[in-house]
């Protein structure tokens, strides 16, 4: 069964530093999507992608942070000059149809900024 | 504003015993409900919507618009129903889900 992959799995960062979160999503699928989650806190909605754009952000999702697609298999995060609040578990989503249909989740990367 | 809440975080049965997890949300037009289900060490992944009317691994939801409520229902717990389980609400004009904050149900046995 088709899996979307994240990697890497654990990323500790200095603060300051940029990190590339990477995700492969599931082959057929169209739109895209990166959640976060702070420990103990709900998942939070960071920025959907469609059609080689984005389709929505969050108030989260401010200059600090950017997405691509660069070769039409993986979709990227980027966050520059990381804090310690972006220190959160990660996700990366597709799905085939939009939010209405089933979205297929990453397991998930581990960002610690110290 | 679109909002998803899971009043309890916790939420603990025993084996064989009913359980019903709650879930409330608020949202002015004609909502998409979910819940999605993380089981230990694995990703998250979609139990069961309100459009497909459908029963999962024994769980069922209706949705209550009168109430704004979508609980998850299973007459009869198992051991393997020990997860967090997350409602989430969609937008059908936004690209995104809403999500409760979460409840983690440990089956007892």
């Known amino acids: 069964e088709p899996e979307v992959t994240q990697t890497p799995s654990h990323q500790v960062t200095q603060m300051g530093q940029e990190v590339i979160l990477r995700c492969v999503p599931i082959?057929?699928?169209?739109?895209f999507y990166w959640y976060r989650q702070i420990l103990g806190q709900k998942v939070e909605f960071l920025v959907s992608?469609?059609?080689?754009?984005?389709?929505?952000k969050s108030e989260i999702f401010d200059d600090q942070f950017s997405v691509e697609r660069p070769d039409g298999s993986n979709f990227t995060l980027k966050i520059r000059s990381t804090k310690l609040e972006d220190s959160a578990m990660y996700f990366c989503?597709?799905?085939?149809?939009?939010?209405?249909?089933?979205?297929?989740f990453g397991q998930g990367t581990r960002l610690t900024v110290v | 504003a679109q909002r998803v809440t899971q009043p309890e975080k916790l939420l603990s049965v025993f084996k064989g015993a009913p359980v019903e997890l709650k879930c409330n949300y608020s949202?002015?037009?004609?909502?998409?409900l979910f819940w999605y289900v993380q089981y230990s060490r694995q990703r998250l992944q979609l139990l069961l919507r309100?459009?497909s009317r459908e029963s999962i691994k024994g769980f069922t939801a209706d949705l209550n618009k009168g109430e704004t409520s979508f609980h998850l229902k299973k007459p009869f717990a198992q051991e393997e129903d020990s997860a967090m389980y997350y409602c989430?609400?969609?937008?059908?004009?936004?690209?995104?889900?809403?999500f409760g904050q979460g409840t983690r149900l440990t089956i007892n046995p």
């Open positions: 989503a597709s799905s085939r149809d939009g939010p209405s249909s089933e979205a297929f």
């Open positions: 082959s057929n699928h169209l739109y």
């Open positions: 992608f469609y059609n080689n754009e984005i389709s929505e």
């Open positions: 949202y002015s037009g004609s909502p998409e």
């Open positions: 309100h459009i």
């Open positions: 989430a609400l969609s937008d059908k004009g936004a690209q995104k889900l809403v």
